[in-house]
């Protein structure tokens, strides 16, 4: 009997849920990755933005392997040190106070912002979440019904209902939609899958006043450019350093390094009186036994992966490096100023060059992504004409320097029709 490649096992066994590239990848090493061929690529990808320390870093394999041996999971009906320690130094990060509820994922995340928004206006019948157009909040029902692109909706109806999708960046139309209906409003400050848009410091400014003065929950997804993406623990405040304080905040991707886990904090704010006017205590208690769970979020295992990877970000002074490069590789991008480039935007690692219409079969996105892949560089191709640099948040400068050059010389072969 032959053995079937891997392509053949995806092609006979797995849901075609994927757009996959045929790239049968074997193994990883910092930020390099190999195929089953042998073949070497610059990854700068990263897991869509999940190896923050790049592959097989050898401080997250010891940790991992030490654990594996000594406890993976007990389900949430214990107590467990490793994740009470994460909770704490995620609360320590954020440094508002309050709680962390662990899950598996960002689309789960953002299922208990929601969730969280509906409780703390239940007693007054108000649930609906202002969201924002080109945003993304997963896959699930409820985060296909949040997100503000129409192309993840196709084919699922009925929605979830409860979400008003608004313009991004524009303060009048979310003050043109808030209604007596209004409980939240949920926002990247970074859009991801969007395309790489960051919000501007007004805005955010004006979506914390708008929130101030109807009562409304200010909620933050930065599954994608939250835990140091940035160049920031918390991707709000490289945006705006002061006056912006959100109720609550989702987070996966870059937290783990692979490993499973997702997770949100809610804050310290009080979450009102209930129907008959008893107080309810504080925001971050809202969510009492019963209304929410989890069988494997927050697990050991889980929980030492997210330590390691913090903890190291914290210790080998990482941010700055995110800094440090996040800008170099902004400006030497637009530096180069090829035709195929219309435009290049980004904060820190989490970089989006916006191309023109190109000539060759396909989006530009997808051109683009499948020729820099044959050159040995991958990226993430993001909507029709956006690629997403979203690389270790430790590459060094040659590492970048090698990223530009790829860049260069296949970016410049591809012309604008």
Partial sequence: MTTPSTAELYRDYVMPTYGRFDLALARGEGARVWDEAGKSYLDFGAGIAVCSLGH??????KELAAQATTLIHT??????????ELAKLIVDLV????KVFFCNSGAEANEGLYKLARKFGAPTGRHEIIT??????????GGISATGQEKVKTGFAPLVEGFVHVPFNDLPAVEAAITPK????????????GGINPATPEFLKGLQALCDRHNLLLLFDEVQCGFGRTGDWCAWRTIVSSGVEPDAVSWAKGIAGGVPLGAFWAGIRTAGPDSEGKDRGLLCNLLG??????TYGGNPFAAIAGLTVL??????????????????????????????????????????????????????????????????????????RTIRLLPPLNITKGEADQALAILKEVLSTLLPC
């Fill in 56 to 61: 097989a870093h050898p401080k997250l394999a």
């Fill in 75 to 84: 389900s949430n009906l214990y107590l467990t040190r490793p994740q009470g």
């Fill in 95 to 98: 440094g508002l106070g309050g």
């Fill in 132 to 141: 924002f157009t080109n945003s993304f909040h997963g896959r699930t029902l």
């Fill in 182 to 193: 209004t409980v939240a409003i949920l926002v990247e400050p970074v859009q991801g899958e």
């Fill in 289 to 294: 036994p019963g209304t929410h769970g989890t």
């Fill in 311 to 384: 903890s190291t970000i914290q210790e080998e002074g990482i941010l700055e490096n995110v800094r440090t490069l996040g800008t170099y590789l902004i400006q030497s991008l637009k530096d180069l100023n090829l035709p195929a480039i219309r435009l290049v935007r980004g904060v820190g690692l989490m970089i989006g060059i916006e191309l023109n219409d190109l000539s060759g079969e396909g989006l530009p996105s997808i051109i683009a992504t499948k020729a820099l892949m044959s050159a040995g560089l991958l990226v993430i191709p993001s909507g029709d």
